[in-house]
C-alpha cells in the first residue's frame, strides 16, 4: 500500500526534473513493470495505449523532418513525446493503485500530488488558489466527502465555491455549481423516494438534468460576472467579450483563431517546432479577424515562445503529432464524458470524478496541454475501472443519503467506478492551472 501511496502521489507532481522531464512522467514510464498487470486485459485501456504509442512516434518523426525547415526545440520534442507516452502508464498506475487503496484514496492522492506541485505558487503567483492550489484541494476535499451525507458534500461544494469566487475563476466556479446542483437534485429526488428507473435510463434523466442545472450555472457565473461579482478585471473581461462581434466563447480564447489559421498546414508541424515568421503572421492574422488584437507579446512570448501553444489540448497535440495527437485527445474528451454518464447511472454523483472530467473536457478544447497530465489517471483510470452502464448498481433509497460505503482502510471503492479486479491481478484486502502570459488573455 505505502507503494501504491507514493507512486500515485508522484503521477500528481509535475515538477520538471533534468532534460525539461517532469516527476509524474518519469515515474509513470518507470513503474510500467510493476503496474501492467492491472491493465493489461482492460478493453477500454487498449485504445488509449495504441493512439498514445502512435501518437507519440508520429510527433518525434514529424520534428526529425522538419528540422531541415524549422528550428525544433530538443527539449520540447523530448518533453511531448514523452508525456504522450506517459498518458497510459500513469492511467495504469492509477488503476493498480486503485486496487490496492480504493479509487477515492487513489484520487486523494493523486490530489495531494497536485498540491505539492502547485505550492512554489503560493510564493511566485499573485493568484495561486486560480491556478493550482484550488484545483489541487477541490480533488482532495471532495474525494474526501465522497463517501459522507450529502449535506455535508453540499457544504464542502458551498466552500470551494466561495474560494474561487473570491479568486476569479469564472470557468471553475461554474463547474463546482453544476456538481452542486447535481447533488442538490439527487438529495431531492432521494427524499422524495423517486421511483429509481433502469441505470440506463436514470443516466438519460440525469443527463438532462445535468445540462440544465449546467446552462443555468453558466448563465448564473456570467451574470455575477458582468455585476462585478467576481471582481473589476472579471466584470471588465466578460463585458469586453459579450459585446463582441465574435461571441463570448471566440473572444475568451482567440487562440481558436489562431488555430483555425494554423489549419492551412493539415498535417500539423512536429514536436518541439518553433514556428516559422510566416506562421506566426498567420496566427496573428487569424486572431485579428476575431476582433482580438495580436500585438501585445502573448504571441510571440507564449504561444510561439517555446513551441506552438495553441491553448486547445486537441489543437497543441495536433500541431505536435499531427492527425494521431488530435484523435488521442478527441479519445480523452470521449472516455471523460463517457465516465459521467456511467457514473450518472445511479443516484448519488461522484464530486471529485464530475470535478477532473469536467476539467479535462474543459482543456481538451480551450486549454492547454500542460494542464491536462495529473486530471488524465483521475478521470481515465476511473474509465478502466468502471461496470459497464447496465452493470451499475443503485443505491439502497433507505441509505442512499447516508452515502455510508465500505471504508474498513482496505480498498474501498465507490459503487459507480468499481470493478472485479482481473483474474490475474489479486484483489487488494482489509488524485486539477495553466498560467497565462501577464501580457494575455486571462484565463478561467
Given at each position: 500500500m505505502a507503494i501504491a501511496v507514493v507512486l500515485l502521489v508522484c503521477v500528481g507532481v509535475r515538477r520538471e526534473l533534468a532534460a525539461a522531464l517532469s516527476v509524474g512522467d518519469c515515474v509513470a514510464l518507470a513503474s510500467v513493470p510493476i503496474t501492467w498487470t492491472a491493465v493489461r486485459k482492460a478493453r477500454r485501456f487498449s485504445l488509449l495505449l495504441v493512439l498514445s504509442i502512435l501518437a507519440s512516434g508520429t510527433a518525434y518523426i514529424m520534428s526529425l523532418l522538419a528540422e531541415s525547415s524549422f528550428v525544433v526545440e530538443a527539449w520540447a520534442r523530448r518533453a511531448t513525446t514523452l508525456s504522450l507516452l506517459a498518458v497510459p502508464c500513469a492511467v495504469a498506475v492509477f488503476v493498480w493503485g486503485a486496487r490496492r487503496l480504493g479509487i477515492r484514496r487513489a484520487a486523494l492522492a493523486v490530489g495531494f500530488g497536485m498540491l505539492l506541485d502547485a505550492l512554489p505558487l503560493l510564493q511566485t503567483n499573485s493568484n495561486p488558489w486560480k491556478f493550482g492550489i484550488g484545483a489541487a484541494v477541490s480533488i482532495m476535499v471532495l474525494s474526501l466527502v465522497a463517501n459522507r451525507r450529502r449535506l455535508v458534500q453540499i457544504a464542502a461544494l458551498l466552500g470551494l465555491s466561495a474560494g474561487f469566487l473570491v479568486s476569479d475563476s469564472r470557468s471553475t466556479l461554474a463547474f463546482l455549481a453544476v456538481i452542486l446542483g447535481t447533488v442538490a437534485w439527487q438529495a431531492l429526488a432521494t427524499w422524495v423516494r423517486w421511483h429509481t428507473p433502469t441505470p440506463r435510463r436514470l443516466a438519460v434523466s440525469q443527463i438532462v438534468v445535468l445540462a440544465v442545472v449546467g446552462a443555468v450555472a453558466m448563465a448564473g457565473v456570467l451574470v455575477a460576472s458582468e455585476s462585478g461579482t467576481l471582481g473589476e478585471d472579471a466584470q471588465n473581461r466578460t463585458i469586453a467579450q459579450s459585446s463582441s462581434s465574435a461571441g463570448l466563447l471566440l473572444s475568451a480564447r482567440p487562440e481558436l483563431g489562431a488555430s483555425w489559421a494554423l489549419f492551412n498546414r493539415p498535417w500539423g508541424y512536429g514536436a518541439g517546432v518553433k514556428p516559422r515568421f510566416e506562421d506566426l503572421w498567420v496566427a496573428k492574422r487569424g486572431m485579428a479577424a476575431l476582433g482580438?488584437?495580436?500585438?501585445?507579446?502573448?504571441?510571440?512570448?507564449?504561444?510561439?515562445?517555446?513551441?506552438?501553444?495553441?491553448?486547445?489540448?486537441?489543437?497543441?497535440?495536433?500541431?505536435?503529432?499531427?492527425?494521431?495527437?488530435?484523435?488521442?485527445?478527441?479519445?480523452?474528451?470521449?472516455?471523460?464524458?463517457?465516465?459521467?454518464?456511467?457514473?450518472?447511472?445511479?443516484?448519488?454523483?461522484?464530486?471529485?470524478?464530475?470535478?477532473?472530467?469536467?476539467?479535462?473536457?474543459?482543456?481538451?478544447?480551450?486549454?492547454?496541454?500542460?494542464?491536462?497530465?495529473?486530471?488524465?489517471?483521475?478521470?481515465?483510470?476511473?474509465?478502466?475501472?468502471?461496470?459497464?452502464?447496465?452493470?451499475?448498481?443503485?443505491?439502497?433509497?433507505?441509505?442512499?443519503?447516508?452515502?455510508?460505503?465500505?471504508?474498513?482502510?482496505?480498498?474501498?471503492?465507490?459503487?459507480?467506478?468499481?470493478?472485479?479486479?482481473?483474474?490475474?491481478?489479486?484483489?487488494?484486502?482489509?488524485?486539477?492551472?495553466?498560467?497565462?502570459?501577464?501580457?494575455?488573455?486571462?484565463?478561467?
Open positions: 482580438y488584437d495580436p500585438e501585445n507579446g502573448y504571441v510571440e512570448n507564449f504561444m510561439f515562445g517555446g513551441r506552438i501553444e495553441l491553448h486547445s489540448g486537441v489543437m497543441d497535440m495536433w500541431a505536435a503529432a499531427s492527425f494521431p495527437g488530435g484523435l488521442l485527445l478527441l479519445l480523452i474528451a470521449g472516455m471523460a464524458l463517457a465516465v459521467m454518464m456511467r457514473d450518472l447511472g445511479r443516484l448519488k454523483a461522484t464530486p471529485w470524478l464530475f470535478f477532473a472530467a469536467l476539467t479535462v473536457v474543459q482543456n481538451v478544447f480551450v486549454g492547454p496541454w500542460t494542464v491536462l497530465p495529473p486530471y488524465l489517471p483521475i478521470v481515465l483510470g476511473a474509465a478502466v475501472l468502471q461496470p459497464a452502464l447496465r452493470d451499475a448498481v443503485p443505491l439502497d433509497a433507505d441509505n442512499e443519503d447516508a452515502g455510508k460505503e465500505s471504508d474498513d482502510g482496505s480498498g474501498e471503492t465507490s459503487p459507480s467506478v468499481s470493478a472485479p479486479a482481473p483474474a490475474s491481478e489479486p484483489e487488494a484486502h482489509p488524485q486539477s492551472g495553466a498560467v497565462t502570459s501577464p501580457t494575455g488573455p486571462p484565463q478561467d
